[in-house]
């Protein structure tokens, strides 16, 4: 039973949005009718259907449209109407149990194999031929019971003044009764039945990806209160609450550990393999499991708000952001019913024969065109969040098939944007860790960030720093001090120079080829005399060469490094990453200006940068990608591509999964397109029978299902673990 009630639960925070959850939803004929419905009424502003997620978002003006009449306007088309839930209780993937509809089927699924049977048999010679075995009542029956749904839709689609599949096959099955072929108008309602169901069925399984996802959501959660702990509904919760999580349990909410350590698996938000450790001060995340350690929590952001709620609906949005490939298949929709028509008139026409035309109007059936692109961007995008890789809709899906430019910014992107200790370099036979030891005293008492990389390094070598007895920052210069009673000095080489202290020719290669390489050389000198050489630069990630050679063997034309450092440690940089093409000293807006020039040069230009810094780049190009945007909410809304960790492997992964869902979206469209012609074709022409025609229904829905299925599965990566991210020490 249709209930189109509404309640103040379907509206959002938005006072001018409404989201609803509409069954049966599942085909782009389907959205096609629902929104051109709402569009035609006063006061709705936009309509965003959602089919994968059977959802149907309406921005409109509350002083011209009361809620309760949009819900009635879909209701009014046969769908059942409710409020829309982000994480439902219980998946869309569930059973909904035995139903009228079962029963329905059940009853004309027994008649038309009784009259499969007799017509089989009666082909075999096993019986005599008969007029009608089954008395004309039960056939009137079948017709009727099993036909309603077909019917009911029908006469809804023509009270909204719209043509659609039931029209046809309603022309159909009565146009076949009508010249009393009254077995044959039983049949194609029974195969109409099996093809709804399939149609179900392999949508369902190609929302596969939405409801794992949704499944992956807390249910519940336990709050510190006066010193116990009581477990509530994770929608009970409220930012402020201190919730405990032990060995073993969900996260359910985004918060700040408060209490405790632990490692915490984020496979569900990030994609990682390894757990991370967790400790007072960090931030943990809805949906990531604790493998390890008690954890208390303050709750910063519940449902959907949190990390996990906003993945999930950028997945149901994401059919939504339409490819130009999927524009091809709507309006291939809507002009196609009306031409099928067409075609069934000049078929009786020319042949006469009224069953040709009953044929070619059962073998009318578009819906394989129509689920062609939302079933293959669903797949995708859900395959891909699952490996922390969002891909914001068909439109960029298409995008990164044809992106041939790929303009990458270098500080926080290819590197790690901080300084770390490449070299250190004796120059008098000191060790290493000695020359560490008296270079991290120092800047012990710094905050510049070279002492941070430093101080890192000792630490790495678990090296026992000792605490300088006097210390001086001489700005722009260097460090001066002393330690362990030797008069220390650390910093470039006019800074030794003006303390009266020599270079050897040794230590000034040493820093001419430290310098070529794009790092900075700071001198050590103890009492007077040049020790060795500390070399600083910000590190190359280890995943980003294989990840540029990839990107060359996929066929990108163009691979450019942006920089606002000097020419010099921009040609280091792009050397070692096997790029040609680099520009230095740069200011954001020049980016923008390169982006933009690549553009009117014909290129298809992806964009890679680190988030909000990068943004109006980012934002410029066909495709911007922004990289460890876990937690952020800005840089997750503002790039068309967003990896939730920094790895650069999920780069080439974004441009092969853009390539793959197009050429599976032109396969599925090119064999709906090819199967309807076909059928109609043979239908026009007598081979394929009313009852035939029905039978085919549904198998080219099948397979652009099963082909759109191949996309929830990714390709494995085979590197070792120890390459997919991370740095070396060079």
């Not at 009361?66 to 839930?85: C, F, M, N, Q």
């Not at 220390?488 to 000034?508: C, H, M, R, S, Y």
């Amino acid at each position: 039973m249709t209930d189109a009630s509404v309640d103040p639960a379907m509206k959002s925070t938005d006072e001018h949005t409404l989201t609803l959850k509409v069954e049966g939803l599942c085909c782009t004929e389907c959205s096609v009718a629902v929104e051109q419905t709402l569009s035609r009424r006063a006061g709705v502003e936009s309509v965003k259907i959602l089919s994968a997620a059977e959802k149907v978002e309406v921005r409109y003006d509350e002083r011209k449209v009361d809620p309760t009449e949009l819900a009635g306007s879909i209701a009014a088309l046969g769908y059942k109407v409710r409020p829309a839930e982000l994480f439902p209780a219980r998946s869309a993937a569930e059973p909904r149990g035995f139903s009228g509809e079962a029963i329905r089927f059940g009853f004309v699924a027994l008649v038309a194999v009784i009259a499969l049977l007799e017509i089989g048999g009666e082909y075999l010679g096993w019986l005599d031929a008969a007029k009608e075995r089954i008395p004309l009542p039960v056939l009137l029956a079948t017709i009727a019971i099993g036909g309603f749904p077909i019917f009911r839709r029908a006469v809804l689609g023509a009270l909204n003044r719209q043509i659609n599949v039931d029209t046809m096959m309603s022309v159909g099955i009565l146009s076949a009764a009508a010249i009393g072929q009254y077995t044959s108008s039983m049949l194609i309602v029974f195969f109409m039945g099996i093809a709804h169901f399939l149609e179900e069925f392999t949508t369902g399984k190609s929302r596969k990806a939405i409801q794992e996802l949704i499944r992956l959501a807390p249910k519940t959660a336990r709050i510190k209160l006066d010193g116990r702990e009581v477990e509530v509904a994770v929608e009970a919760l409220k930012p402020g609450d201190i919730v405990a999580i032990r060995p073993g349990e969900q996260i359910p909410a985004d918060g700040t550990v408060v209490h405790g350590t632990s490692s915490v698996n984020q496979s569900s938000i990030t994609g990682e393999s390894m757990p991370v450790d967790k400790q007072t001060g960090d931030p943990v995340f809805a949906a990531t499991f604790n493998v390890a350690g008690y954890l208390e929590v303050r709750v910063t952001r519940v449902g959907a708000d949190t990390t996990f709620g906003k993945i999930v609906k950028l997945v149901e949005e994401a059919e939504a952001v339409k490819a130009p490939v999927q524009k091809f298949a709507d309006r291939f929709t809507t002009y196609f019913l009306p031409t099928a028509i067409g075609i069934a008139v000049l078929t009786y026409l020319f042949s006469g024969q009224l069953t040709y035309a009953i044929a070619v109007l059962v073998a009318a059936c578009p819906c394989a065109v129509g689920l062609a692109t939302p079933l293959s961007v669903i797949a995708s995008v859900g395959s891909g969040a699952k490996r922390g890789l969002l891909i914001k809709g068909g439109l960029y899906l298409e995008t990164l098939a044809r992106v041939d430019c790929v303009v990458m910014d270098k500080t926080g992107t290819v590197t790690f944007g901080k300084p770390q200790v490449t070299d250190v370099v004796s120059l008098n036979g000191l060790g290493n860790t000695e020359l560490l030891k008296y270079a991290a005293a120092l800047e012990k008492r710094s905050e510049h960030p070279i002492a941070s990389a430093i101080l890192a390094r000792a630490a790495l070598q678990e090296i026992a720093v000792p605490e300088p007895e006097r210390f001086e920052y001489l700005v722009g210069q260097g460090l001066r001090g002393v330690v362990a009673n030797k008069a220390v000095l650390l910093g470039n080489a006019k800074f030794l120079a003006d303390q009266g202290i020599p270079l050897t020719p040794q230590a000034e290669a040493s820093a001419e080829t430290l310098g070529r390489d794009g790092k900075s050389a700071l001198f050590l000198a103890i009492d007077g005399v040049a020790e060795g050489v500390i070399a600083v630069a910000d590190v190359i990630r280890d995943e980003v060469p294989a990840a540029i050679e990839a990107l060359k063997n996929m066929g990108v034309r163009r691979l450019i490094l942006l920089t606002g450092d000097n020419e010099r440690v921009a040609a280091a940089i792009a050397n070692r990453l096997g790029i040609d093409e680099y520009r230095a000293s740069l200011m954001p807006q020049d980016k923008i200006a390169i982006v933009r020039d690549l553009q009117r040069a014909g290129h298809r230009v992806a964009m890679i940068g680190d988030g909000v810094n990068d943004a109006p780049a980012i934002a410029q190009a066909d495709v911007g990608i922004a990289m460890g945007v876990v937690g952020s909410d800005v840089a997750l809304e503002a790039a068309h591509v967003a990896l939730m960790r920094d790895d650069w492997s999920q780069v080439p992964a974004a441009l092969g999964m853009g390539r793959r869902t197009y050429r599976v979206i032109r396969q599925n469209i090119v064999l709906g397109i090819a199967w309807d012609v076909v059928t109609m074709g043979l239908a026009s022409i007598g081979v394929l029978t009313p009852v035939m025609a029905a039978a085919t229904e549904a198998l080219p829905d099948v397979l652009v299902s099963f082909n759109s299925a191949r996309l929830l599965k990714a390709p494995q990566d085979k590197r070792p673990a120890n390459e997919r991210g991370g740095h070396s020490m060079v």
